[in-house]
């Protein structure tokens, strides 16, 4: 941890005109923290902190703002406080805010510095703290007044002893007609959380914990925020008479507070409303009709409600906890297969007429390092393709059987943290089973989706069977795995597999119809479903209608197998560029995100863009169709070729011209880009961050 204090005079401005809106203010106090030498550049902390704004206002009750971020842009963390002469609304419930502190962070924060951020957010709940900062008269004193609560003296014995005093008083002054309520003192336990972790989850915390102490309740709150986190013993949770959750983002550990009564918001509300939300969870705690804590479902039901978290955003919260965990596989997978094809030549991805696997596969389990492939000859599509033979052709196949083995786990891995994330871990077997039943049918990406919230409904509703005591212990290892997994085992088996299986047949003897239309049309058509479902049934469709078509070696099948390919790697690479373009558009999550998904992009796997359009189909699904035409109909209008299957800029080898190729692949890009950026600037409104699972993976390339 640096030791340069991490608030100075020169970041303090009393009674200053710093503008009329907070982005005013945000960009005067961001100046102020770089000419102390603390950021890179103003502009990038600005932008962190205006990014932040958009995830949820930082305005709180009493005329107080704090807008934070953590960012690259910031080499110390540092404190910017403005005392406005005129008041700015940061949205604060009760109107706009005269004191304002910039909290700024380096992306790479130590626990230490969180913990001084975290401080500093808890004295601003203290009426007697913010009361001082107005009556401040120097910069000095300021700074005298935050460094005290961000490294206080150790509170002696005396006082300590005070504050339980104030407890007991608080007890003692409760009227008489409340004895019922005195005859038991309740227990409440909570759980504050927010995005950054370093603001609203410790003021949620302490706003929480005076609630309490005025309601004579007991009461241990767990912030899981970016400063260590001490979780609640098992004994706390087990007496508490009701659990908060007053989180942004998913709740580590939820299973642990499994049957408790819940009340659930986000978190502005614990800081907004404590006593409410105390007197709720008090309420709760003897109301056999309250919702409860049920795994990971608990978010659903009780944000139903409490009517703070919508079912739009856990639905969302859901089916990206699914994808979230697959994109690792998809990364992994689809890098083997080019860095193989790249290697062992592009023939490797090839299925011959009669096999069941790859050549490269078959290459890999065949032969050895003591028995090298020989060259050979294979029939693809009644059509003779020939393989090297020598170790650069063993270890190319052995990466694409990697590669494929590595594939093969999508599905089922999107299905089962889809339930996972309804179900908790109880979801996890009818989830992934969901999900192999989805590879088996043929139901792909599509079924995945469905598979995995039928699963995690199939576990709820097993789960709540009431059962005798002794059989409660069979429930999680025995009873719902079994039934659950048998129930949407079934109904995947019995009732969607054939329906989607028909679809993919028909829209496969569909483009196949077509292949004597305008080169152009088709194209068209390609692009826009190669586009439409990012890895699904659709794409899957037009996938494979090319793949087949490169048996025969004539020039429109290797056209089609160009439009397919350069279509599926616009999603990703529009997406990534869109995040760089225009970043306060895209939530921190989803730029992280855009990074990751230009290498995947260029490796031709479509499916790095699905976290954009999980998070908001409406507007990204029709952008990216737009770019992925466009890029299909110059492809077809350049008289690109392609022979390879997969691969994108590593199968340049493999194509007939190759600037053409680049020339449609930039355009399609660029068409997507600019749809998705008018699309989130002009219509609807902007999407709010994304709830992260604490159990989340993190996106690899």
Sequence with gaps: MSDTPIIAPSLVALDVAAGTTKQEVISYLAHRIAADGRADSADGL??????????SATGLPGGIAIPHCRTEAVTTAGLGFARLSEKVDFGAPDGPADVVFLIAAPASGGSQHMKLLSSLARALVRPDFVASLRQATSEDEVVALVEGVLGPKPKPATETAAASAVTATAAANVPADAGAAQE???????VTACPTGIAHTYMAADALKYAAERAGVDLFVETQGSSATTPADSGVIEKADAVIFATDVGVKGRERFGGKPVVASGVKRAINEPDTMIAEAVAASSDPDAPRVQGSAAAYDGAAKSGEVGIGTRIRQILLTGVSYMIPFVAAGGLLIALGFLIGGWQLGLTPDKGSHNIGTMIALDDSLAHLPATASYTVQDAAVAVHGGFGTYLGAVLVALGGLAFS????????????????????????????VAVAVGAGFIGGLVGGVLAGFAAIAVSRIPLPAWMRGLMPVIIIPLLSSLAVGLVMFMLLGRPLASLTSWLQSELAGMNGSSKIVLGVILGLMMCFDLGGPVNKAAYAFAVQGLGTGGTAELHIMAAVMCAGMVPPLAMGVATFVRKRLFTEAERENGVAAIPLG?????????????ADPLRVIPSMMLGGASAGAMIMALDVGLRAPHGGIFVFFAMNNALGFVVALVVGTVVGAAAVLVAKTFFGAK???????????????
């Excluded at 962190?48 to 995830?55: G, H, K, N, T």
């Excluded at 786990?409 to 192999?436: E, H, N, Q």
């Excluded at 999407?687 to 390339?701: H, I, L, W």
């Design 184 to 190: 038991k003192k309740h227990s409440i336990v909570a």
């Design 602 to 614: 260029l490796c031709f796997i479509s499916e790095g863009a699905i976290p954009f359009a999980a």
């Design 409 to 436: 786990f999508l599905v089922p891995v999107l299905a089962g943290y889809i339930a996972f994330a309804m179900a908790d871990r109880p979801g996890l077997a009818p989830g992934f089973t969901a999900g192999a």
């Design 46 to 55: 600005i932008e962190a902190a205006l990014a932040r704004e958009e995830q």
């Design 687 to 701: 999407p709010k961050a994304v709830a992260q699972e604490p159990e989340r993976a993190p996106v690899a390339v």
